[in-house]
T-cell receptor, first 111, second 113 residues
Framework: AAGVIQSPRHLIKEKRETATLKCYPI?????VYWYQQGPGQDPQFLIS???????DKGSIPDRFSAQQFSDYHSELNMSSLELGDSALYFC??????????FGQGTRLTVV | KNQVEQSPQSLIILEGKNCTLQ??????????LRWYKQDTGRGPVSLTI?????NTKSNGRYTATLDADTKQSSLHITASQLSDSASYIC????????????FGTGTRLQVTL
């Protein structure tokens, strides 16, 4: 069965650079969530989209932006990267408020 | 404020033994509760999802219970295996939001020989 695909799996960036993370939801899923998980921490909700519109916003820094495209894939754009942005970034998808399935995550390292 | 608390924070058990993990939540209005297994550095993998009307659900050696009145859930693992070593996260969804999930603090389980 198709799962949530995230790319890239690993990313290394320097401070003040920009990064773009991509998420391809399970087919026919209309909701995408983005989470940030620091080392040894709980996942922190960043932002979600339902039917290509932002549906909820969490602790997403102003330096980050995201959108969901017509094919339902989503991108998380991160600018002016800081060392503290180093984390696992998870994307999850679901059909409305049913079970969410997570991708394998993108490990971002800012050096 | 919506919160999800889990206990114990960590647990070490011998292979073959059973264990039970607890989850208490204050999320309201309640929509559903999910248990996920997360291996280190990997994405959470769904074990079960339970709605208001369900009070028990099994997935192989995993059995989840839900008491919507007391806002408590448990995840029982039977005949543990070394591969069960992971973090187990309780996630609760509030009705009406269509999105945001509230994550529990997780229980780190280690199964040893």
């Amino acid at each position: 069965a198709a799962g949530v695909i995230q790319s890239p799996r690993h990313l290394i960036k320097e401070k003040r650079e920009t990064a773009t993370l991509k998420c391809y939801p399970i087919p026919r899923h209309d909701t995408v969530y983005w989470y940030q998980q620091g080392p040894g921490q709980d996942p922190q909700f960043l932002i979600s989209f339902y039917e290509k519109m932002q549906s909820d916003k969490g602790s997403i820094p102003d330096r980050f932006s995201a959108q969901q495209f017509s094919d339902y894939h989503s991108e998380l754009n991160m600018s002016s990267l800081e060392l503290g942005d180093s984390a696992l970034y998870f994307c999850a998808s679901s059909r409305r408020n049913t079970e969410a399935f997570f991708g394998q995550g993108t490990r971002l390292t800012v050096v | 404020k919506n919160q999800v608390e889990q206990s114990p924070q960590s647990l070490i058990i011998l292979e073959g033994k059973n264990c039970t993990l607890q989850c208490n939540y204050t999320v309201s209005p309640f929509s559903n509760l999910r248990w996920y297994k997360q291996d280190t550095g990997r994405g959470p993998v769904s074990l079960t999802i339970m709605t208001f009307s369900e009070n028990t659900k099994s997935n192989g050696r995993y059995t989840a219970t839900l008491d919507a009145d007391t806002k408590q859930s448990s995840l029982h693992i039977t005949a543990s295996q070394l591969s069960d070593s992971a973090s187990y996260i309780c996630v609760v969804s509030a009705a009406g939001t269509a999105s945001k999930l509230t994550f529990g603090t997780g229980t780190r389980l280690q199964v040893t020989l």
